[in-house]
């Protein structure tokens, strides 16, 4: 009998599971799972009530884990209970990061820049085995460049600080409904607040067109290419390829930025599994 197989890849807003079984395979979803934010006990409730009532017919024997914060050996620990504390019949439980997780998708065995521009945003030079070079994501306080959590956080400085024209103030008051308050309350003192941030993201693919929204995208994204690919001696050699969401809805702004900076611009994938179940098939 041939071994079922679960790979995850996990940001902080959505993880996508995926069980190989022979040639079959089977899609679940279920929320995010960000190690700083949750613990081994949270976790695990997270996959026992989203994850295990759909695979009753499965029985795992390997376990690929891809996601975020995994780069930090503590968060692999705290995952990787969780994961055996659920699966106990699992003989194999990798625990890696979702770094690796779009290296391995965007490139297989080859060799290149590797970005994610999610939620949170990420970067690495990887050689076609291994990650010999990788920017230091500092999270949403601190960094994450051109992620969905920065984009998402200008979108709402521009209405707190009435920087929107008339227009675009009343259409983020028409969506979302909220004030100054509600805002600052779900960003200071409600958890995954870069969950909420990466949210209002929205609002710039419904609005491309707009001066305003076109600089919001083009400044935030080139923030990214400034401080971390820039950084990479090999994105002026080799191929850079983006994975997530924000690098699939703002696809042009991306190609305009990589001709700008005279990179050579490879694949643009929404997510990982695609070129992970390839990987591990």
Not at 75 to 91: C, S, W
Request: with cysteine.
């Amino acid at each position: 009998m041939s071994s079922v197989k679960l790979i995850a890849d996990s940001g902080a807003t959505k993880a996508e599971w995926c069980i190989l079984k022979n040639k079959r395979r089977k899609t679940i979803f279920t929320q995010g799972i960000s190690p700083y934010f949750l613990n081994s006990q949270q976790i695990a409730e997270v996959l026992k009530k989203e994850l295990l009532p759909q695979l009753k017919n499965y029985a795992i024997d390997e376990i690929f884990y891809y996601g975020t914060g995994c780069i930090n050996p503590n968060n692999v620990k705290i995952v990787k209970k969780a994961l055996q504390e659920v699966f106990t019949g699992a003989t194999t439980v990798e625990v890696t990061h979702d770094v690796m997780a779009a290296a391995k998708a965007l490139y297989g065995n080859g060799k290149g820049v590797a970005c994610i521009l999610g939620t949170g945003s990420s970067s690495c030079y990887y050689n076609g085995k291994k990650i010999t070079d990788n920017r230091p994501g500092l999270g949403y306080v601190l960094g994450d460049e051109g992620s969905g959590a920065y984009l998402g956080k200008k979108v709402v400085q521009y209405f707190l600080y009435q920087t929107f024209d008339g227009e675009l103030m009343d259409a983020f008051r028409q969506k979302f409904n909220i004030d100054k308050n509600g805002i600052l309350e779900n960003v200071y003192k409600k958890p995954l607040a870069n969950r909420y941030l990466a949210s209002f993201a929205s609002f710039l693919s419904e609005h491309r067109g707009h001066y305003m929204i076109e600089n919001i995208l083009e400044d935030g994204i080139n923030d990214f290419f400034f401080h971390h690919i820039c950084k990479f001696k090999e994105a002026w050699t080799l191929p850079v390829s983006f994975v997530g969401g924000i690098s699939h809805y703002f696809k042009d702004v991306i190609l305009e930025l990589c001709h700008a900076y005279e990179f050579t611009p490879g694949k643009i994938l929404k997510n990982p599994m695609e070129g992970l179940v390839e990987y591990h098939q």
